[in-house]
């Protein structure tokens, strides 16, 4: 596949600066001189119609008059003039404009029309626009500084993308002071083009970039974030500071998950899905950035405490405890050891004091010790510099152990908290030029630790590919559902009544109490005696969100005198309580029993930017007061139910508890995953609440539901109202080649990896060459992410497969890439060598080609070598066009409209 577009906006051979001046603090004099003192080595040319010069360089009136070509172009004029700088430059052939001005959808109507103009315009010409309103772009390794920052930054490894131009200085201003270089700075400003997405893009394959930061305000484009955020965190850790995770206000919400269930909640669990870490302060953006490009990696959260005084250990403690992290439980052996060496006073536990008087050999011989224990996963060894404390010799001890344990079975993370500043500044200077982690106060380092183990963790989630609906004995009725759904929007209402609700949890098997609305005394003591005593009651109308606020449940209604009596009952309590309510009349339900059932919600509230998010926590009327939720984003499987449920308060009620027995839990995955799929098919659900939904040993079952709907956009495709896309279980097909031969044709999973790499390798060199076009043995690791962790919303990977000896081989993959135009993309077949010439290919390229058609693309096309005759042949018969690439002759371009049928 081709490089990532902006590779020429951070490479460019020659850059113009449009309204470059020598006018003190405008912005174009800013930006010209940082240019120049940066160090960039292409051409500069300032364009400004007003002068001949521009601080000691020519300066010309347009492009025009420049008559040279241009790499870059850099606008720092009035919003009024940028539209017909972006069409100068369309013409001249500029790939890649900064757009530095204000004045554009930050302003208003006339702003954002300003806006869209030039989107338009470069869009004309196949150009992409950072911008406008922004800082500016860095790349220091090319001596480019396009911004108007008073900030020169350093060459380095970490990326930095940020909305926000004021932050960007704030962070570059403190990075200058602790050593730490960038190998590029993006800011994005109103993103009128270029996106969170596309510049992770760029990232994720950048060689220069070890890992990523982000600063976040706001997110526009969902689809595009959580793509090029799970794109980007395949590859290397990608670092998440956000803006604004308290709302001030409140928001009017139908539902008790739309209470509480907030913005930030979402933004959350998207990270989670997308592999990667959140912080909440500049420093720990930092921190974070250095603990996990470290290349520190541990399997659980169990962290123990090496230290010399007790007050830090205590601190230490309390962090560790405040992120959730478990403080390692010393095992038998160990105390045994360490009594052996350790003074009688020190602590017997976790945190091990060794203390005041501690020496280096104490330090390490304490540090052996428990790096033996199975029972944790990471060391912090802590010093404050007391009077016979040597901070140097313990830092050399602590980095010697490093190195002769690195590549040991016993190996564990050691990270490093030296206290203090002037004496133990010598200590810090080791242990930093040894790359061993190293921070100045016991919360940031136990932070540092809680950072790796929530990369861990959601690096697993980030794995995770559940489909839409899973494969199951009853399938849920979608289209029953959708029918309810459709009829109750054409009356023009947004809720749906109980009975209604029933049905659709009906639909998707989600076991209800038996209801009946009735709409008189008599009806209601008919149905009382058809679902037998006792009975609930509980008032039906579409204008009362939560029955219990106009006292419109009664429960255990026992006999027949007084279900007719409930019943007037609720109907006036209803009318006066609210009066404008329409009554639609009366449910009566099974009145539930169990004495060891717990009340717990299901929940799905619509986030304007990520779409559905399901919560789990504690139900009852109460909700709101508990605040007790875990929320994720759809879709999901087992291994994403449990961990949401077990981040819950309420999950320590669920097993045994006092004289009650574990609910059935296999019935409350069933039912979450049950409400998962009824989100990715139901776009119209807007907000749900199963509260409560009672759960015992026995199993689960709705008490009561509530649905608000609308209709879905309609020009959206399926699942478009999701942020990440499910698995396509429905592009999963079983055929026979013409020898007979049966085979399967699925989309690509990220367990796939080990068969790929096979797969490859069992591949000729000739084969590798014609795939690849380069000698390659087997795949990279950087490589076999790439390949096989795609996002199913811009790119589809098919393997053909069989079985043979009671095996799954994989016997071919075709692939297509969408282009950043978003109409066409580029494909790469290559089929096992014992399979070419048996149909196969001209198969799977027929199954590329349709998933591509239906996807809504207009192009696809492919490089081939032109010595490959085989696919060349193949290209000729599925109806491609052939030419040569203007741009390497070694090459033959093939080209297919995809509303072409094939020849």
């Given amino acids: 596949m081709s ?70 172009a850099v606008v720092a004029t009035p919003a009024a003039t940028v539209p017909g700088i972006i069409r100068q430059c369309g013409e001249h052939g500029v790939k890649g404009v900064v757009v530095l001005s204000a004045g554009f959808a930050e302003a208003g109507n006339r702003g954002q029309r300003l806006q869209k103009e030039i989107t338009n315009i470069a869009g004309q010409y196949g150009m ?18 396009a911004t108007f920052s008073r900030n020169q930054a350093q060459p380095g490894n970490l990326a930095l993308v940020s909305q926000s131009g004021a932050m960007c200085t704030a962070v570059l201003d403190w990075a200058a002071t602790q050593g730490i270089g960038f190998s590029t700075v993006i800011t994005l400003g109103d993103t009128a083009d ?26 526009h484009d969902a689809r595009g974030f959580m793509s090029g955020l799970r794109t980007a965190s395949r590859m290397k850790p990608v670092i998440v500071l956000k803006a604004g995770r308290y709302e001030e206000g409140s928001r009017a919400v139908m539902s008790h998950t739309g209470a509480i269930v907030g913005r930030d909640d979402a933004f959350d669990a998207a990270l989670e899905r997308a592999g990667v870490v959140r912080v909440n302060t500049i420093a720990q953006l930092f921190s974070a950035a250095q603990i996990l490009s470290s290349g520190i990696r541990v399997q659980q959260d169990r962290l123990l405490i090496i230290t010399n005084g007790g007050g ?69 060894v802590m010093l404050t510099p007391q009077a016979m404390t040597d901070p140097v010799a313990v830092a050399e001890a602590v980095v010697d152990i490093c190195k002769t344990t690195k590549n040991a079975k016993q190996c564990k993370p050691i990270l490093t908290c030296w206290m203090g500043e002037q004496q133990v500044l010598a200590g810090r200077k080791i242990l930093t030029a040894a790359g061993v982690p190293h921070f100045r106060t016991p919360e940031a380092a136990v932070e540092a630790f809680a950072y790796l183990t929530q990369y861990r963790s959601n690096q697993k989630l980030l794995m995770q590919v559940p489909p839409s609906v899973r494969e199951q004995k009853t399938e849920p009725d979608v289209d029953g559902a959708r029918l309810i759904i459709e ?3 054409a009356e023009g209402r947004r809720s749906l009544s109980t009975t209604e609700s029933r049905a659709i949890l009906s639909a998707f098997r989600i076991p209800a109490v038996p209801t009946i609305l009735v709409r008189s005394p008599s009806e209601a003591l008919v149905a009382a005696e058809s679902l037998g005593y006792p009975v609930v009651l509980k008032i039906s109308s579409h204008d009362i969100s939560h029955k219990s606020d106009v006292d419109g449940v009664r429960l255990n209604v026992a006999s027949a005198h007084a279900v007719r009596s409930v019943y007037l009952e609720l109907i006036e309590s209803a009318r006066r309580s609210l009066p404008e309510a329409r009554i639609d009349g009366v449910t009566v339900e099974s009145m539930y029993h169990s004495k060891s059932s717990r009340e717990l919600m299901i929940g799905v509230v619509r986030d304007p930017v990520f779409g559905p998010v399901i919560s789990f926590g504690m139900g009852g009327t109460s909700v709101e007061i508990h605040r007790d939720r875990a929320v994720a984003l759809p879709p999901l499987n087992d291994y994403m139910i449990k961990k949401t449920v077990c981040r819950t308060r309420v999950a320590r009620l669920l097993g045994n508890f006092r004289n009650m027995p574990a609910i059935n839990f296999e019935a409350l995955w069933k039912v979450m995953q049950r409400v998962s799929e009824m989100v990715c098919e139901l776009p119209e659900v807007v907000e749900m609440d199963i509260n409560p939904l009672m759960a015992d040993a026995d199993g689960v079952i709705a008490v009561d539901a509530r649905f608000i709907i609308n209709y879905p956009p309609t020009s959206a495709r399926r699942y478009d109202h999701m942020a990440i896309h499910p698995y396509p279980n429905d592009l999963v097909k079983r055929l026979q080649l013409p020898d007979g031969t049966d085979i399967v044709i699925r989309p690509i999973r990220p367990e796939d ?19 690849f076009m380069q000698a390659l043995r087997e795949l990279t690791p950087d490589m076999l992410v790439r390949l096989t962790q795609i996002d199913y919303d811009r790119e589809m990977a098919f393997l053909a497969l069989t079985r043979q000896e009671g095996k ?17 993309c580029e494909f790469a077949l290559v089929i096992a060598d014992e ?17 591509a058609r239906a996807k809504g693309l207009r192009t696809i096309e492919g490089e081939v070598l032109p010595h490959n005759n085989g696919m060349l042949k193949l290209m000729q018969r599925l109806g491609f066009a052939r030419h040569q690439d203007g741009l390497d002759d070694g090459v033959v371009m093939v080209t297919k409209r995809l509303g072409d049928t094939c020849c």
């Avoid at 020519?58 to 492009?63: D, H």
């Avoid at 290919?841 to 349709?850: A, E, N, R």
């Fill in 835 to 851: 399979w070419q010439n048996r149909g196969l290919g001209g198969v799977m390229m027929q199954t590329l080609i349709d998933t």
């Fill in 3 to 72: 490089h990532h577009y902006l590779n020429q906006l951070f490479t460019p051979s020659s850059v113009a600066v449009f309204g470059a001046s020598e006018r003190e603090k405008a912005v174009g004099t800013l930006v010209f001189q940082n240019l120049l003192a940066a160090g960039f080595k292409g051409a500069l040319y300032p364009i400004n119609p007003k002068h001949a010069e521009v601080q000691g360089q020519i300066a010309y009136p347009n492009l025009v008059a420049l008559n040279k070509p241009v790499d870059l």
């Fill in 194 to 219: 270029v996106d969170f997405g596309d510049a992770l893009d760029f990232l994720a394959l950048d060689p220069k970039t070890d890992s990523i930061l982000l600063y976040v305000e706001g997110v």
């Fill in 753 to 771: 990896a080990e068969m790929e790499q096979e797969f490859v390798r069992n591949l000729s060199k000739e084969s590798r060459y014609m795939r």
């Fill in 808 to 824: 799954e081989v994989e016997m071919g993959v075709a692939r297509y890439a969408i282009n950043p135009d978003k109409s066409s």
């Fill in 487 to 489: 009829s109750v929007l």
């Fill in 312 to 380: 830090p250990g205590v601190m230490a403690t309390d962090r560790a405890v405040e992120m959730g992290l478990r403080l390692a439980e010393i095992s038998p052996n160990t105390l045994a050891e360490l009594n052996k060496i350790l003074p009688f006073t020190w602590s017997h536990g976790n945190p091990v004091d060794i203390l005041g008087d501690a020496d280096p050999e104490r330090y390490i011989a304490a540090l052996k010790i428990c790096m033996q224990d199975e029972n944790l996963d990471g060391i912090l």
């Fill in 128 to 145: 992409h626009i950072i911008g406008p309103n922004c800082l500016g772009i860095m790349r220091p390794s090319v001596g480019l500084n």
